[in-house]
């Protein structure tokens, strides 16, 4: 079920709101836990099961874990558990991938299993996998009710999209959590947020960006043409993500959780490592905190150190797509961030702002160019029509795609908003008159995104895939 | 929290219950069935269903049926589009489309800046040419066996405005693929000033100046006889017309006045579908007594509605009887014909199924001349030719 859906907004939300508030605290956890497995079911009916015996067997896992906390016993059993749960993420996610890969190589004609991808299974096996090192480590205490484990990894808000939920995070939450009216407000604020930015900004840019580079004109399409196609996936990967994080957030608040921020206007960052500071943080400092420090992080060899950096990279790369393109993507990044470290840093901090966004900007669109294409040959072809500005008749192409036209306002409404404007309020953030007009706006924009899914417009979820 | 804070949340809360019972309100209302604006069926709440819902199928169709069941969901769809209309676009537009066709969807455009919604001129590919040529050998087998005539109405699917020429030249190709005894004419358009003259603004059809050359060429290539000619063109001034065309792409500013001409016909029978009655809804369109409602499809009104067969008998016993087959383009122009007949049999593609048999039909109603009306899309249809095997 898609949060920008009518059934979420219509029957799913209002109902599982009344029936949580109505009931004794005592049952809440079982309320969201059904409720989350509705969710799940309601768009992967077949792997609910999937999700549940994932659930189980880590369930059971971290109690053997936690009662052979001093034999060797707790290692095999981590050992275990990682190779269940990657086992699981291999299968279900990268098996066709190394499949194919395999046949090419050593022309071989093993059989392609078709399996689809089960919704969310990157993420929420990142958080079983972060409760499961956590009990090991002894950071959090072992979860022995199934059903409040299972609320946690199912919560219905990050279960499929993100942002990744650490454990230790709502620990304390998921036992006892304090409900208010002030912070349903907010939370409810929030999620509206994200609903806005998600349909009336993400979906509109995305007939941009799909259009033109799921043509198959595209390797020949002009340079103007395909930098507002990268502009545009820019912008929608940003507000199609964060939005969906605002809306996990203001949800989870509405239930009284409380989630880690997922994005910081990434945007506005001024270097590589600025930036991955500010984008998908859940899932940076998961792989800083689980990859990147047990492999040794910094403290270590040079050689290592830069080694430890490219695997965690290709695994960040990997994690977002069993494709060639995702692997590029994350090794680009590897490379940007040694060359940061390792030189540039330095040479950057004596550049003034403007320069050092603008240098962060076209490098992260660069990287969104290499996750956009798939096909590594249109890539090649795209690329190099951009940096030679390749100059074909733009006339054809818009007389044939109106909407580029029509949806060129969002665009830019989208790299406004890109940038912190909306702090610029924050003085008048205590006055009546400001918080009025902002609820008022609020609801006039989640009007219009209703009647925008009530147009039935575009509404694809980039990260669903993931 | 402050009393101010509380009550600017309270305040919220409630404009967001009052935006979501609408949602409510539309679960628990009597479900609409068809939409008028958007000329379909609707999509009503479905039952639960357990296999339905493990492919998929039931999440889909609550989704479908509450944005149709939506309060207001009609009006919501006619004036989005209206809405997001930005300056710049318009402006860039306006700049680009001089003497080019403007993309509005997939095969709707609009032709030099106008506001005639047209189709986007069609190249013939393999698959077109394996399809209409395998229609044509059928209808050629009817060529000798009784007088067949052919009449091609060019429609802005075939006939490209910039080059003033066909883009796909079905009149020659036609006269290339027939065979046997037959007679052809055809619309003709020769440019884009003559199509707006023929054709409706926002519907796929003929208007009433395009239907009736188009009968009057029929009349002429059949019997020779002079065409009755209209005693009154009426324009209906308080209706708009908002064909298929500005439906199909949500493009609902796009509509026009509906016009026609009156003819006085001698009196005569119609049979629809085997009952005798009326035929369309002429009397009432010109005694004013028409639906005043939006987005109605006034050619089907006026004209009427795709029977399976229908039948004009002017007891004209000295005069031929006449089969025409055709599409909805013919309503506009049966009766007009059939007036210079005895009995005129109209079959439209929908009564034709596997069982049927085309020269029986016509051995057992005396019939001695076909007349084919057809288009772009009467060609390429994959059972146009149904019934007419052996």
Redesign the interface.
């Known amino acids: 079920m898609l949060f920008s859906s009518l059934t979420f907004l219509f029957i799913f939300l209002p109902l599982v709101i009344f029936i949580y508030y109505i009931s004794n605290d005592k049952y809440k956890n079982y309320i969201l836990l059904l409720f989350s497995l509705i969710f799940y079911s309601w768009g992967e009916p077949k792997y609910i099961f999937l999700m549940l015996l994932s659930i189980v067997v880590n369930y059971i896992l971290a109690l053997i874990i936690d009662k052979y906390r001093k034999s060797k016993l707790k290692v095999y059993t981590l050992i275990f558990s990682i190779i269940f749960n990657i086992g699981l993420l291999f299968i279900f996610k990268y098996l066709s991938f190394f499949t194919i890969n395999i046949n090419n190589m050593f022309n071989m004609n093993i059989r392609i299993l078709n399996i689809v991808l089960p919704i969310g299974i990157s993420f929420y096996t990142f958080q079983i996998l972060s409760y499961v090192i956590d009990v090991y480590r002894n950071d959090v205490k072992v979860q022995k009710n199934i059903f409040v484990l299972g609320t946690y990894i199912s919560f219905f808000p990050q279960l499929i999209a993100g942002p990744i939920v650490r454990y230790s995070t709502i620990e304390k939450q998921l036992m006892k959590r304090e409900h208010n009216f002030s912070m349903f407000c907010d939370g409810l604020r929030r999620f509206f947020v994200g609903l806005i930015k998600k349909v009336l900004i993400a979906n509109n840019v995305a007939l941009i960006a799909d259009t033109i580079f799921n043509s198959t004109a595209v390797s020949n399409y002009n340079f103007i043409i395909l930098i507002v196609a990268l502009l545009s996936y820019t912008i929608q990967i940003y507000y199609d993500f964060s939005g969906y994080s605002d809306m996990a957030i203001g949800l989870g608040k509405m239930f009284g959780f409380t989630f880690l921020e997922n994005f910081n206007y990434p945007y506005i960052a001024i270097s590589i490592t600025d930036f991955w500071r500010r984008w998908h943080i859940s899932l940076s400092t998961w792989f800083r905190d689980y990859v990147y420090i047990p492999l040794g992080g910094n403290r270590c060899s040079k050689a290592r150190w830069i080694f430890n950096i490219l695997v965690v990279w290709f695994l960040t790369g990997f994690w977002h797509g069993a494709s060639w393109n995702f692997i590029i993507w994350g090794m680009y990044y590897a490379i940007l961030l040694l060359i940061e470290k390792l030189f540039l840093s330095k040479f950057l901090e004596k550049l003034p702002k403007v320069i050092r966004f603008i240098y962060t900007f076209l490098l992260v669109n660069i990287g969104w160019l290499i996750f956009r294409i798939e096909d590594l040959s249109i890539l090649k072809n795209v690329f190099i029509n951009i940096i030679t500005l390749h100059n074909t008749d733009i006339i054809p192409f818009l007389l044939e795609n109106n909407m580029l036209l029509d949806n060129l306002v969002f665009l830019v409404i989208g790299i406004i908003f890109m940038f912190p404007v909306i702090r610029l309020f924050d003085k008048y953030k205590d006055k009546v008159w400001y918080e009025l007009g902002r609820d008022f706006i609020l609801i006039f924009l989640v009007i219009v995104s209703i009647c925008s899914l009530i147009n039935n417009s575009y509404n694809p979820f980039i990260y669903f895939r993931f | 929290?402050n009393s101010?804070?509380?009550y600017?949340?309270y305040?919220?809360?409630m404009?967001?219950m009052l935006?979501?019972f609408t949602?409510?309100y539309?679960?628990i209302r009597v479900p609409k069935d068809t939409s008028i604006v958007e000329n379909r069926k609707l999509t009503t709440f479905p039952l639960f269903n357990y296999k339905l819902?493990?492919n998929?199928e039931y999440?889909n169709a609550?989704?479908n049926a509450?944005?149709d069941q939506?309060i207001g969901?009609e009006s919501?769809?006619t004036n989005?589009?209206k809405v997001?209309?930005?300056p710049?676009?318009s402006s860039?537009?306006k700049s680009?489309?001089k003497n080019?066709?403007?993309?509005?969807s997939l095969y709707k455009a609009i032709y030099n800046c106008g506001d005639y919604l047209v189709e986007k001129p069609k190249k013939m590919t393999k698959d077109m040419h394996d399809i209409m040529s395998e229609n044509i050998k059928y209808y050629s087998k009817l060529n000798n066996t009784i007088d067949t005539y052919y009449y091609f109405i060019t429609t802005s699917d075939v006939f490209d405005f910039r080059t003033n020429s066909y883009s796909m030249d079905i009149p020659k190709y036609i006269k290339k693929e027939m065979k046997g005894n037959y007679t052809f004419d055809y619309l003709k358009i020769n440019n884009y000033n003559d199509y707006k003259k023929y054709f409706y603004k926002t519907d796929h059809h003929w208007s009433y100046k395009g239907s009736f050359l188009g009968y009057k060429d029929i009349i002429s290539m059949i019997t020779g006889d002079e065409a009755k000619k209209p005693v009154e063109e009426v324009s209906f001034d308080d209706i708009y017309f908002n064909g298929s065309s500005s439906k199909d792409i949500?493009m609902f500013n796009y509509k026009e006045k509906f016009k026609a001409y009156k003819f006085n016909l001698e009196p005569h029978i119609t049979y629809v579908d085997g009952e005798e009655g009326i035929y369309g809804g002429q009397d009432k369109y010109f005694n004013k007594d028409y639906k005043r409602i939006n987005y109605i499809n006034h050619y089907a009104e006026f004209y009427g509605f795709n029977p399976k067969e229908l039948i004009f008998d002017f007891k004209h016993e000295d005069k031929d009887n006449l089969l025409i087959l055709s599409n909805s383009y013919s309503n506009a122009v049966d009766e007009l014909i059939a007036s210079h007949f005895n009995k005129t049999y109209v079959l439209h593609r929908e009564y034709k199924d596997g069982n049927f048999d085309i020269y029986q039909y016509i051995k057992n109603r005396n019939i001695n001349k076909v007349l084919f009306i057809v288009d772009y899309s009467y060609l390429i249809s994959e059972n146009s030719h149904v019934g007419m095997g052996v």
């Open positions: 929290m101010n804070k509380k600017i949340n305040c919220f809360v404009l967001v935006v979501f949602g409510f539309s679960l819902f493990l998929g999440q609550l989704e509450l944005s939506f969901s919501i769809r989005y589009n997001f209309k930005f710049f676009a860039v537009k680009i489309c080019n066709y403007f993309s509005l949500k």
